[in-house]
């Protein structure tokens, strides 16, 4: 699976848009992105995740750029309850396997 | 809203002994993945299964830790002697498969394990 790059750690002020970055520039064809949270002291949870269209759910929006090497997550009105580490992860969809990078910490301040 | 259930959530035993982890996937859930977090290593894949047969356990160390899946209802992972080292959150998720498609994973909220 191609690896992710994440800042390490964002703020985001409560009711604005949070753009969480994620660079995968040694994505292939049929890896998918997918996002996944992990709110402190409860399992990850599954975000969102897509090919090479932008794709948008009741939690949040992920614009892959056209070449595919870099997607945002959105979050549109960031919520204290939203602050989190935030993992990007490239994988195929056949592939059973899910690896965790070290993630975005995100915080967001009222 | 279903969920993966994991018991018990918190352990505090003695190294030497024996533990047990126990995960609920999700009814109809054929994939089980055991997952281990630290500070230091994050998450880390141990296992995981399909249709209750163990796909892969090479991050799992072999000598003590053991995954079964007895039925479709219940996955256990056994940490047998355990040492201070095994101290982390043990997670376990669970996901469909069709075809070559694999659902995105849900998570368990982990059990805690403490081994003094």
């Known amino acids: 699976d191609a690896k992710t790059t994440q800042p390490p750690s964002m703020d985001c002020a409560e009711g604005r848009a949070a753009n969480l970055p994620c660079n995968h520039s040694t994505i292939s064809g049929n890896e998918y992105v997918y996002w996944y949270r992990q709110i402190h002291s409860q399992g990850p949870q599954y975000i969102i995740h897509g090919l090479k269209n932008n794709e948008t759910n009741e939690m949040a929006s992920l614009i892959i750029t056209e070449d595919r090497k870099s997607s945002t997550l959105i979050l549109p009105h960031a919520t204290l309850r939203d602050t989190a580490v935030y993992y990007c992860i490239v994988k195929e969809t056949s592939g059973s396997r899910l690896t965790f990078g070290e993630g975005t910490q995100l915080t967001v301040n009222p | 809203d279903a969920r993966v259930t994991q018991t018990p959530r918190h352990k505090v035993t003695e190294m030497g002994q024996e533990v047990t982890m126990r995960c609920q996937p999700i009814l109809g859930h054929n994939t089980v993945f055991w997952y281990r977090q630290t500070m230091m290593q994050g998450l880390e894949l141990l296992a995981y299964?399909?249709?209750?047969?163990?796909?892969?356990d090479s991050g799992m160390p072999k000598d003590r830790f053991s995954a079964e899946m007895p039925d479709a209802t219940l996955a256990t992972l056994k940490i047998q002697p355990s040492e201070p080292r095994d101290s982390a959150v043990y997670f376990c998720?669970?996901?469909?498969?069709?075809?070559?498609?694999?659902?995105?994973?849900?998570f368990g909220n982990g059990t805690r394990l403490t081994v003094t």
């Open positions: 998720a669970s996901g469909s498969r069709q075809g070559s498609y694999n659902s995105p994973l849900h």
């Open positions: 299964f399909r249709n209750r047969a163990p796909l892969d």
